[in-house]
């Protein structure tokens, strides 16, 4: 029992049942400073049950804890002050995380559930840009967590790779295009094709006529269509791969929109036997309100399937294939309406796992306040940012440390976890405009400071590789030390919060508190000192530096060992 429980167990005793041990939990507080306590237990939102001031609530519910298990309790007010036992503590978290080492914090409530995870999803013949990482990082970030949580996440990148848009792409190449021009540079000329359709296509509406019938040709499988279509997802899937290999994400499985067109009979089928396809204005739809929804549109009145006949089928699909006790969608916020909508037609048409579908939303990133948009060619390629930013860490290297072995292999690993931990840290559902000199500095809240912290902590150890530092933290007597040990003692409930919010963030700003409290340790202390506490000091680095870099490793980020 950790001491969170131990207090919690304590007050439920105290208050004979008159607060649950949820209830108590949820009340309680990690004091500013540890000489005020390691948890507060206030007393305010008591004083209506017990109608007693909260100051004699306090020193009533002191007066009958059992204090066994703590150094000691204090009455401050209206707070109950909760010690622990410093040598006890220390010694329990040093040994559990040492022991334990990468597996720490592991634990296998998920019992090995699937998890499908529809994730980044670029759009065929289109560049990865600054507006697809969010998914791609936040996806990679989720699957991580629920592994170490006991689940078995499958990560989908649902491709792009059906719609109107190919009817428009076909229809630029054949008026402005060339082969020999696509294949010199693949993405950006037909980015560059599609940008003048849509320019075009204000003064010359009949190419939308034109768009039409070619995406028309392509569903029913005319031969150039269709060989077009898979030239173009070629291209895209190479350079998305080396975008991928950039963020070390891999993926599952690839089925886009285009491996469904086969399934979209079967879901209009069910949907008719089900009786749940009404007609409105030539199109079918399937009526929504009792869900307090608008109708969903399945069918456009010309037989047109949508994406949510698409979604249907790839729900299906995978309901089918994994039997999933979650089913994530890591889609943008302004998606949300829609998944409530495929969420309720999947619960009509009784599809098993359909309550267990999840739309796990982000908010938006910006560049100077601006949306971006390949239609109107507001595009920041996500290649260029990742090689800026490695650009960026190679002459910060090169400034502080030249003479580091392998600058280079460091300088992509803080680069590029730049990226990554400067958008993590963030709640997935807030905005971001994107600065990237800020994600670099190595103070403050970003990447490379964790990525530091964890780098002096090993640089510590290197020096001192003879000293044992499994010994007993008893000796451990710095309140700086202290504090780091509570924060490590936390990361198996960091852990599973940062699985029951799907929030990676939660990992991010802990890893933040940590290498903060280290830092603060580290400046105080003199850790290579050769005295009674020096095997137990190092066994704290040690224990620090394994938190790190699994938190890190959680977010998607590496962690070098020399800066």
């Not at 507080?29 to 109608?51: C, I, M, N, V």
């Not at 908010?363 to 290649?383: H, M």
């Not at 650009?391 to 502080?400: C, H, T």
Request: charged content about 25%; some cysteine; glycine content about 6%.
């Amino acid at each position: 029992m950790d001491y969170k429980q131990k207090v919690t167990a304590a007050l439920v005793q105290a208050l004979d049942g008159q607060l649950t041990a949820e209830e108590v939990q949820a009340k309680l507080e990690r004091p500013k400073t540890s000489d005020k306590g390691d948890l507060a237990f206030p007393t305010f939102t008591l004083a209506k049950l017990l109608h007693q001031a909260p100051q004699q609530i306090a020193q009533n519910l002191a007066d009958k804890l059992d204090t066994t298990d703590f150094e000691k309790v204090e009455v401050v007010g209206p707070y109950l002050n909760f010690f622990f036992d410093k040598a006890g503590y220390s010694a329990d978290t040093l040994k559990t995380v040492l022991t334990a080492g990468a597996d720490y914090g592991q634990n296998q409530d998920g019992n090995n559930g699937n998890v499908p995870i529809d994730m980044s999803s670029p759009n065929i013949a289109k560049p990865m840009s600054m507006g697809h990482l969010r998914s791609t990082v936040i996806g990679n970030s989720i699957a991580n967590i629920l592994t170490k949580n006991g689940y078995h996440p499958i990560k989908d990148n649902h491709l792009g790779d059906w719609g109107t848009q190919f009817g428009k792409l076909i229809t630029a190449y054949k008026l402005w295009g060339n082969e020999a021009d696509v294949k010199k540079d693949p993405i950006n000329k037909l980015v560059e094709y599609y940008v003048r359709f849509h320019k075009e296509d204000v003064d010359k509406p009949e190419l939308d006529d034109i768009a039409r019938e070619w995406f028309r040709k392509l569903e029913a499988g005319d031969p150039e269509a269709h060989k077009l279509w898979e030239w173009f997802r070629e291209v895209s899937l190479q350079e998305f791969n080396d975008v991928y290999k950039e963020l070390g994400v891999k993926f599952d499985t690839y089925n886009g929109e285009a491996f469904y067109n086969d399934k979209l009979a079967e879901v209009v089928q069910l949907l008719k036997d089900k009786h749940l396809l009404v007609e409105s204005e030539g199109a079918q739809v399937v009526d929504l309100s009792k869900y307090d929804l608008n109708p969903a549109l399945i069918l456009k009145s010309d037989g047109a399937s949508l994406y949510i006949t698409r979604d249907i089928a790839t729900a299906l699909y995978r309901d089918r294939t994994y039997s999933p006790v979650k089913n994530l969608y890591v889609v943008g916020s302004e998606q949300t309406y829609y998944f409530k909508q495929l969420k309720a037609v999947l619960e009509e048409m009784g599809v098993k796992s359909a309550p267990n579908l999840q739309h796990v939303p982000f908010g938006l990133i910006t560049v100077d306040g601006k949306k971006l948009s390949t239609r109107s060619g507001r595009i920041i390629l996500l290649a260029k940012v990742l090689e800026e930013s490695v650009k960026l860490a190679q002459e910060e290297i090169a400034e502080k440390n030249p003479t580091l072995a392998n600058k280079d292999e460091v300088a992509k690993q803080v680069g590029v976890g730049a990226i990554v931990f400067g958008d993590l840290k963030n709640e997935r559902t807030n905005n971001i405009d994107f600065v990237l000199a800020d994600q670099l500095k190595f103070e403050g809240e970003t990447g490379p400071y964790v990525q530091y912290a964890h780098a002096r902590a090993e640089s510590i150890l290197r020096k001192a590789a003879h000293v044992d530092v499994t010994a007993d933290a008893n000796q451990l007597t710095d309140p700086l030390a202290w504090d780091t040990i509570k924060a490590l003692a936390d990361f198996p409930q960091i852990v599973k919060m940062a699985c029951d919010e799907l929030e990676p963030s939660v990992i991010a700003k802990y890893a933040i508190r940590l290498a903060k409290t280290f830092n603060k340790y580290y400046a105080h202390a003199k850790i290579l000192t050769d005295d009674a506490e020096l095997s137990a000091r190092l066994a704290l680095v040690k224990a620090v530096s394994t938190v790190l870099k699994e938190a890190l490793r959680l977010l998607g980020v590496q962690a070098p060992d020399e800066m």
